[in-house]
């Protein structure tokens, strides 16, 4: 496995060239058959999960996660994998040199484990496309379901809301098999998957969000293979705030767990957010995570997060207003089976998942690979 | 006569914070038992470990939805959990899970004391929630960290120390007898004093933990505000060895709690049960009520009142054991004399023993000397037996002791 990894090598930074170990946070063996690693923020009992921070650096869960115990009884694990601080997707990690592009995304470290061919398949988290980037620019497939698809108990969560387990391969039958088996109805400590999921429901329907450079063939094809396909129209910049607005609420929110850090928003009490920001400079935050907090909006009493459905409803016209701006035709709320992100809007692509309940499947297909819509069709199980 | 005149007209709203009965936490399978030794009934969820996820008990759910129509509150529907943010060391999470909005909103309480009526007290809301840990000195004991606990909120229409004390009782006692609390429980409540009395803020007393220092802690409070009113809202704690209270924080605005939705429980469609209908619910109130006893709460409006709350109809009482205990082998009309259109006060005061049920004691007398034992005692009287001989006659006559007494003197042959 070390021959392997020098012929594949890293920049860093600074220039300098790293090899593939630095993807690895810890190496473990579990299990037997194909391998899997997972993702710095999925915990595994008595290993130190830090979710690539200093302010977790010597935390080691007394559980394992969801995931884990799933795939331990089919697949061997190798270890877990470096990621950007906390999942935010800003690339900073406090402990290890920071892995460029072309990889990307929080799940650089899945990324580049699936790259260099150190195991099988990999497990990540994705709030905003974290997994779908790494696949995207590496040319290889990602899968990730719905919220409550796969249960997300052991996951070390940037935003609550929008977070869910991604798995990503070379190997679409690998892909359709490992995700049918993280989908199954064993007992689960998550409360949103405790409900059945059905992967095979008829008839099946396709969400897409229209963008301009939007392949039309693409959508041709799915058509005459059978996919109901919807479209969607959507206000991007109502929706890019929208999701930092979610984000940096939830992370300032779980960030209270994490050795107490806090951080007072309240723009009038100068002193108090300049010493506050050093300490959590020196509690391991990265700059990202700070520079992000500091643009939280203090929030007045009893203020709740924001949500997508805010502008109420006209079910008489047949659509549901969203945000104003967004329009959905009711078979859109209705279509539960999946979503397909488009890659040019892949940036957008997990907040597709609300919009469809907790039933949609995403299928994060990367740009240019149209021609193997026959592994598509053979993942969705057709 | 200033002070005592200030106390008169004080406002009062209460927070009040009862422990539900349970065997199970809030969001874990951990015991709540807090009397084991210190954070040995924990988990990763209750500890606030990163990654965890809580899960609801459904059956402590159900516990606060039957208190909320015990207070016939509307139901808030659908109820969501939300995240109250605060640093400290009782909370692992860094914010507490609690349905902010309520589980029922706009009830009714009506307060007894004793046998009196005093006050029908609005109820805003009632809230589930988890508790945080306990600090002890300088340590933290996560026992209690995840119970759940049912939160009552009143009005502010309380203007007296009665008024206050009534309604807390009132409360216990109603919600000990459907089974939802365990007031005999250590530390069962806990109740949060909103005082203001004219011309000074609104003043917070927390975490008062029993009636009598509620009472000493509205009175040092509102001597307090005759002499020093305060200026701006003003959270205190009542510190029993000084008899006065002491500043905790003062708040300018609103605390900002930084309220978020939790993401990771689901909302829920509660509709509050029918206590009525609920045979269980009686099930439990029979534990709590004495059949020796059943007769007096004829001239009892706060058991009637309770009675009726729970919905213990006259045909349910007729089916119940101790209706049948009572009656057998007594005095009293048959249970076909009462009619279904009868109001339940005249058909509890049909159970109470009137003049046409009591006999002479001669009769009883006579009746007891059928039964072996008590002819034995009569016939070898000593002390303890006489006590035994009374009781029996009483009994068996309802006349009061001083009559029998008189007939044992003047016929029974002491030693």
Known sequence: MHSVITEHSVLAADGSLLDGNHCWEQEMLLGEGRTFALKANIAVKGSITNAGSSLLANYKPSYDSDILRRLVTKYRYAGSVCCDCFAVGTGQNNRLPPLLPPVGGSSTGCGWAIRANLVDFAVGTSTGGSCTEPAIQSRFYSVQGGRGAISRYGVISYCDQLDRPAILSRDPVLLEQVFNHLLGDDETRDELKMQAFNTHKSPLSVVYIYSPGLSVSLIETLTLAGFSCIQVSVNTEALKEYYAKVTTRYLYSNLHRYDGIRFNPDPRDHRASREERDVNRRAGLSDSIVSRLQRLPAAGPMQPAPTLFEGGQDPSKGYHLIHHEILLTQDALNARDYTMSIPNVYNLASLTTPLCEEYGLQILVPAGMESELWRLRRLLGL | ?415
Not at chain 2, 138 to 157: I, K
Not at chain 2, 180 to 207: M, Q, W, Y
Request: glycine letters at 4%; aromatic letters at 8%.
């Open chain 2, 1 to 415: 006569m200033a002070i005592e005149a200030l106390v008169r007209v004080m406002i009062v709203g209460l927070q009040i914070h009862f422990k539900l009965r349970a065997d199970n936490k809030l969001f874990c399978r951990c015991s709540a038992d807090q009397s084991a030794p210190a954070d040995s009934n924990t988990c990763q969820v209750c500890m606030g470990e990163p990654g965890t996820l809580p899960s609801l008990n459904q059956a402590l759910l159900l516990q606060a939805c039957r208190a909320a129509a015990l207070f016939k509150c509307k139901p808030v529907s659908p109820l969501r959990f939300w995240r109250k943010h605060y640093v400290y060391r009782d909370l692992p999470k860094g914010y507490q899970l609690t349905t902010m909005e309520g589980i029922g909103v706009d009830g009714v309480l009506q307060a007894y004391d004793a046998y009196e009526f005093i006050k029908s007290v609005p109820i805003l809301r009632v809230i589930l929630e988890e508790d945080p840990a306990k600090t002890v000195k300088a340590s933290v004991d996560h026992n209690r960290c995840g119970t759940a606990l049912l939160e009552v909120v009143t009005s502010p229409v309380l203007h007296s120390i009665r008024e206050v004390k009534s309604c807390i009782t009132t409360a216990i006692n109603m919600l000990n007898a459907a089974g939802i609390i365990d007031k005999h429980l250590k530390n069962c409540f806990r109740a949060d004093v909103n005082i203001s009395t004219p011309g000074s803020a609104r003043v917070e007393l927390k975490n008062i933990g029993s009636l009598e220092q509620i009472e000493l802690a509205l009175l040092a409070e509102s001597q307090r505000q005759a002499v020093d009113p305060a200026t701006c809202m003003e959270t205190r704690e009542y510190v029993p060895l000084l008899a006065t209270t002491r500043l905790l924080r003062k708040k300018q605005t609103v605390q900002e709690y930084y309220y978020l939705p939790e993401p990771n429980l689901k909302s829920r469609q509660v509709s509050l049960p029918s206590i009525r209908s609920n045979y269980e619910d009686y099930q439990q109130y029979r534990k709590w009520l004495p059949a020796t006893r059943a007769w007096s709460y004829a001239n009892d409006p706060f058991a009637t009142n309770v009675i009726a709350k729970l919905g213990i109809t006259k045909i349910l009482l007729r089916k119940l054991d101790l209706c049948k205990r009572y009656l057998k082998n007594s005095p009293y009309p048959p249970l076909a004399s009462f009619s279904d259109s009868m109001p339940l006060e005249t058909f509890l005061k049909g159970l109470k023993p009137g003049a046409k049920s009591e006999i002479s004691v001669s009769e009883a007398w006579k009746k007891c000397m059928l039964d072996e034992r008590f002819k034995a005692c009569w016939n070898n009287p000593d002390d303890r037996s006489l006590d035994y001989l009374v009781g029996m006659l009483i009994r068996e006559s309802h006349k009061p002791y001083e009559v029998v007494n008189a007939f044992m003197k003047q016929h029974v042959k002491t030693q």
